[in-house]
């Protein structure tokens, strides 16, 4: 391929967003590994100016630019305010980044974004950058990874819902929605549905039932309503479950995302793939599919509930 093709050919990648603690900077990781066995040549971009620690090889990192510690210190912000002065400073700095990205042309992008809601839901300087992006001929899929631990808790999983719908609205990418840390479900306590209610979001008013059954969320019933109603008219929130030690569940996580940014691997690749998941089978960690997860949760569960039993 010559110089000037290459240059105008598309460039692929997801931005990784979410609020703080849902695993992103473990997915960067974990999937540039991942890709990088089946022969995708992939580049790390650390966009959070507050990651110190980064367990992968960064290709492109902030901290050349801006760095929060700096900006809290010199400007005499908050972490809230230093992080947003930092994304309007890598907008106003966009030649820097483009410079930097020129390097690896040809390679997969993962883009490991803050950690702060914000800057997702109604905040423009992050959307202004994905859009200039966009402009220099990235096809990037948005990443929105939420920890699954919201799932046990209604209330809590409303809220992601909002959060989730409201970031898909203001980022403008296509988009996937990841339940992260799926393996540690089951510790967190009992679901009040099947797994795939909360993957598919299926019919929300008995989530709102179930709200209405604790006295402290009876008052607000009708807010609740209000709100699951929002969610099911725009009808897009969805769910892909992860877990990033499962290797068939992360090749679900990257079908979809090359099926959301347009990515089409080529034979080589496909074949690898096969060779990598072959080589999965009979691994202690092995979801096949939400199903999967579900029957594990729910074996677990059991396996619970007989204990208490024989020790009656």
Not at 212 to 236: G, H, M, T, W
């Amino acid at each position: 391929m010559s110089e000037g093709s290459q240059r105008n050919s598309p460039a692929f990648g997801q931005v990784v967003i979410g609020p703080p603690g849902s695993g992103k900077t473990t997915y960067c990781h974990s999937m540039r590994d991942f890709m990088g066995r089946i022969g995708r040549q992939v580049t790390v971009v650390n966009l959070d100016p507050a990651n110190e620690t980064i367990p992968y090889p960064c290709a492109v990192d902030i901290a050349e630019l801006v760095t929060l510690p700096d900006v809290m210190e010199n400007l005499r912000l908050g972490p809230n305010g230093g992080l947003i002065y930092c994304m309007e400073y890598l907008e106003a700095n966009l030649d820097w980044l483009q410079e930097k990205l020129a390097a690896f042309r040809g390679h997969y992008y993962l883009f490991d974004c803050p950690g702060q809601v914000e800057l997702y839901t109604h905040h423009d300087a992050l959307k202004n950058v994905f859009a200039q992006l966009v402009k220099w001929n990235f096809r990037l899929a948005a990443v929105h990874l939420v920890d699954s631990h919201y799932c046990t808790d209604p209330g809590k999983f409303i809220s992601v819902l909002c959060t989730s719908l409201s970031a898909m609205l203001h980022v403008e990418l296509p988009h996937v929605n990841i339940l992260s840390k799926m393996d540690l479900i089951e510790q967190y306590g009992k679901l009040a549905f099947n797994l795939d209610y909360y993957t598919e979001v299926l019919d929300l008013s008995y989530l709102v039932d179930h709200l209405a059954s604790d006295p402290f969320f009876r008052n607000y019933r009708r807010l609740n309503e209000k709100l699951v109603e929002v969610i099911e008219d725009y009808s897009l929130v969805s769910f892909v479950p992860l877990n990033v030690q499962d290797k068939e569940s992360m090749r679900r996580v990257m079908q979809a995302v090359d099926k959301a940014n347009g990515y089409s691997f080529g034979e080589q690749e496909h074949r690898s793939l096969e060779a990598l998941m072959s080589a999965a089978v009979g691994a202690d960690f092995h979801f096949s599919s939400t199903l999967a997860v579900q029957e594990k949760y729910v074996q677990c569960e059991d396996k619970a509930v007989e204990e208490e039993v024989m020790g009656l």
